[in-house]
């Protein structure tokens, strides 16, 4: 089992920056492809990014090409999302999700085909 917490979230302006963290303990998550989605209220989870299991590849939904960063570090056990430029549409809370799969298939997996989620954070950004 692996279990997956995020954190970093948080209340910041326009055009501010946070970094999440999702940081897996109980296994190690290197052999895992690893995404991140928001849930914005009364809307679907939605794909943000994802990251390979080595995290030499990387895809992003087009809303956040250019602002937001996937990246991780499997020493520690952890992936991260660098967000800058952010728009009070990226309000949302954040989750993250490890999968065995292709990191390139993450954003066409259904929600309950993921193999592990986190309990989300809550990011809001204020205009």
């Known amino acids: 089992q692996v279990q997956l917490v995020e954190s970093g979230g948080g209340l910041v302006q326009a055009g501010g920056s946070l970094r999440l963290s999702c940081a897996a303990s109980g296994r190690t998550i290197s052999n895992y492809a690893m995404g991140w989605f928001r849930q914005a209220p009364g809307k679907e989870r939605e794909f943000v990014a994802a990251i390979s299991t080595s995290g030499t590849s990387t895809y992003y939904t087009d809303s956040v090409k250019g602002r937001f960063t996937v990246s991780r570090d499997n020493a520690k056990n952890t992936m991260y999302l660098q967000m800058n430029s952010l728009k009070p549409e990226d309000t949302a809370v954040y989750y993250c999700?490890?999968?065995?799969?292709?990191?390139?298939?993450?954003?066409?997996?259904?929600?309950?085909?993921?193999?592990?989620w986190g309990q989300g954070t809550q990011v809001t950004v204020s205009s």
């Open positions: 999700a490890a999968d065995r799969g292709l990191a390139a298939k993450i954003r066409t997996l259904k929600l309950y085909e993921h193999d592990y």
